[in-house]
């Protein structure tokens, strides 16, 4: 009998990246969720998957009234932001005796999943927020890392975004969302108080060369103090390809911060369609980079620097690949542990390496 999976935003960008990679397996059957009827139809009858895929209405923000009549066995929640998203999906999910996972990287949203735990405990499901590149794929990094540091001190990290890559307005929300906006990160042993996008930097990138970074507001700031003991310093920063669009969003981030603007996803539509207009002096690869410093075993210091180079446009595939493992696993049968929590403890480094072999994906490691 297939795992039947409810994937919510499944004609999307991130969507469309998961329902693809999962039609081909003979034990899931897709429904194909969305707002919009013939899309989600269009979208599932070209998907020639394994299991002819279905379609049906779902509305994010009115969950109960139609997951009950898909019945899935699991519901994949990759419709963004999730800035301004409660947990409804998720109570929804559990509601109808379904596992849930989705592809949050807002960090409030991730970091409070835990308040589900008893009732998904309850219900007998798994519900994993966050399962993304993070808190996904950073943790698995740093547990990594593990293996020849006896302490973690300092953790600088971050994603340099490809300019001729399919981007859409969720993501462009979510990030404008905290651009000049006031969070927490950890710096030298203390919570302190950044603005987004600001933190101006750079970073050499073997094989694509410099690119600029500000701060970004992801789980993994308010993840991570509590769960590597002895670390200091944590810094998450992304940045455009482009250092005219970089610094734009820098000067924008400063009229958000002094208060002569509002918050910025506010125009996300109207941002995201002049970005569009760069595209001819950017190219379709990205990158991710973790420095990673602290104490080897043996009490002298050590420091191992990894990057992540995406080629054609594939970056964007990376933070979908944990809900496609977790999808994976449960149609073989494997278990995965009741209760609610971030996707963190289920994926290893080596798996999530290994799922990124069809992509154009090269990692360097020093």
């Known amino acids: 009998m297939s795992l039947r999976v409810a994937l919510l935003g499944g004609y999307g960008n991130f969507g ?3 329902a693809r990679a999962l039609a081909n397996d003979p034990a899931i059957q897709l429904v194909i969720c969305g707002r919009d009827r013939a899309k989600a139809s269009a979208f599932a009858a070209n998907l020639n998957a394994a299991n ?16 009950g009549d898909i019945a899935p066995q699991l519901v994949i929640h990759t419709v963004g932001p999730f800035q301004r998203q409660d947990h409804r999906v998720a109570e929804a999910a559990i509601a109808i005796g379904a596992h849930y996972c989705d592809m949050a990287d807002a960090r409030a949203f991730v970091a409070a999943i835990g ?33 020849e540091f006896a ?16 981007r859409g307005l969720g993501t462009a929300s979510a990030i404008l969302s905290y651009v000049g906006r006031p969070f927490t990160t950890l710096q030298a042993g203390a919570m302190r108080r950044v603005f ?39 810094r998450f920063c992304a940045g455009h390809e482009i250092a005219a669009l970089h610094f734009g969003t820098w000067l924008l981030s400063w009229g958000v911060r002094l208060r002569v603007l509002p918050r910025l996803d506010r125009w996300s539509g109207f941002l995201l369609r002049v970005s569009f207009l ?11 980079h973790m420095y990673v410093d602290g ?27 944990p809900v496609i493992l977790i999808a994976k696993r449960l149609a073989r049968g494997e278990k995965i542990e009741p209760g609610a929590r971030p996707c963190i403890d289920l994926i290893s480094l080596e798996e999530y390496r290994d799922a990124l072999k069809g992509l154009d994906v090269s990692f360097v490691d020093s």
């Not at 279905?54 to 009234?65: L, R």
């Not at 590149?133 to 698995?140: D, I, K, M, N």
């Not at 760069?278 to 991710?288: C, E, R």
Request: proline share 7%.
């Open 52 to 67: 002819p895929a279905e379609s049906a209405i779902v509305d994010i923000d009115e969950p109960c009234d139609t997951l």
């Open 278 to 288: 760069f595209d001819a002096l950017g190219t379709g690869t990205s990158g991710f």
């Open 295 to 321: 104490v080897d075993k043996n009490g002298s210091p050590l420091i191992r620097k990894h990057w992540i180079i995406a080629r054609q446009a594939h970056g964007p595939n990376i933070p979908c690949i």
């Open 16 to 18: 469309g990246y998961v």
């Open 196 to 234: 987004g996008w600001q933190g101006l930097h750079s970073e050499v990138y073997p094989q694509i060369g410099r690119r600029w970074f500000g701060y970004c507001d992801i789980p993994d700031l308010a993840l991570f103090p509590g769960r590597y003991p002895g670390l200091e310093d944590l």
């Open 151 to 166: 302490v973690i001190k300092r953790v600088d990290y971050g994603i340099a975004a490809a300019q001729q890559t399919n």
């Open 115 to 147: 308040q589900l735990d008893e009732a998904a405990k309850r219900a007998g499901v798994a519900v994993i927020a966050g399962a993304s590149s993070v808190p996904c794929l950073t943790a698995a990094y740093l547990d990594a890392s593990l293996a």
